[in-house]
């Protein structure tokens, strides 16, 4: 009677043992879907940051006097359609013109800057753990691409009434008249055809789009970059 009691005994002790294990393999499982859990959600949260702080200094960066102008890598020049119009009229005495109408069009571009910020706002809002985890092990403007993809249409349409309505406040399209006017007094000049909104809308999303991407390189490769210890956690990895 005794050996059938211990017998039991021990076969009570090793099915604990047994269940145990099979309770502690499913422990570490759950343990090891919650951490992954955590890690995206720092990633999504740690990109989020980063791309608002990143944003938010591109949008500056261009929206103040000169952001645009005094950037040679952004600086919306003469279009090319008429630079050989520019030069002609800039030997013969009328350079002063041609500078004014390349300022006027820089400004146009500052004025319309600060809007993009509620655009790439929303893109960050809506981005999901796929689109962070593809940024973050991207390339070197993998997010900038994102912004591109989420908000170039959008920007596009709110921009360009802006730029029309600053041009036309600051003398852009007058300028743009004067020039071509002064042109076509030289004998045999064929008047232009150029859509000088759209010239003006496309060169300032290019240059704030060119500004994103070097906020993104910066945090991605300076930790001084890294403002925040959660931009520390995810990219000082």
């Known amino acids: ?30 343990t090891s879907g919650t951490q992954q859990k955590n890690d995206e959600s720092t990633i999504v949260s740690g990109l989020k940051e980063a791309l608002s ?31 050989t119009i520019a030069d ?26 600060p809007q993009a910020t509620a655009f790439f706002m929303d893109a960050i809002k809506e981005m999901t753990i796929e689109d962070a985890k593809n ?22 349409q709110a921009f360009k ?23 076509e007094t030289i004998p045999f000049a064929q008047k232009p ?3 000088l909104d759209h010239y003006v809308t496309n060169n300032a999303l290019e240059g704030l789009f060119y500004m994103v991407g070097e906020e993104e390189k910066k945090i991605r490769t300076d930790p001084a970059a890294r403002v925040t210890d959660l931009l520390k956690t995810v990219f000082g990895k």
């Open 135 to 156: 940024i973050v092990s991207g390339g070197d403007t993998a997010a900038t691409d994102y912004f591109r993809q989420k908000t170039s249409a959008k920007l596009y």
């Open 88 to 113: 002609t009229l800039g030997k013969i005495g009328f350079q002063k013109e041609v500078d004014g109408f390349i300022l006027s069009m820089n400004r146009a571009a500052e004025k319309a800057a």
């Open 1 to 30: 009677m005794k050996k059938i009691v211990y017998i039991i005994i021990i076969s009570v002790l090793l099915s604990s043992v047994a269940h145990a294990g099979f309770l502690d393999d499913i422990f570490k499982r759950l």
């Open 161 to 183: 009434p802006v730029i029309s309505s600053s041009m036309e406040e600051i003398d852009v399209t007058s300028r743009y008249r004067q020039i071509i006017q002064k042109y």
């Open 193 to 195: 055809s150029l859509d």
């Open 53 to 83: 702080v990143g944003t938010e200094n591109a949008v500056s960066h261009v929206s103040r006097l000169d952001g645009y102008f005094s950037n040679e890598a952004i600086k919306i020049l003469m279009p090319e359609k008429i630079r």
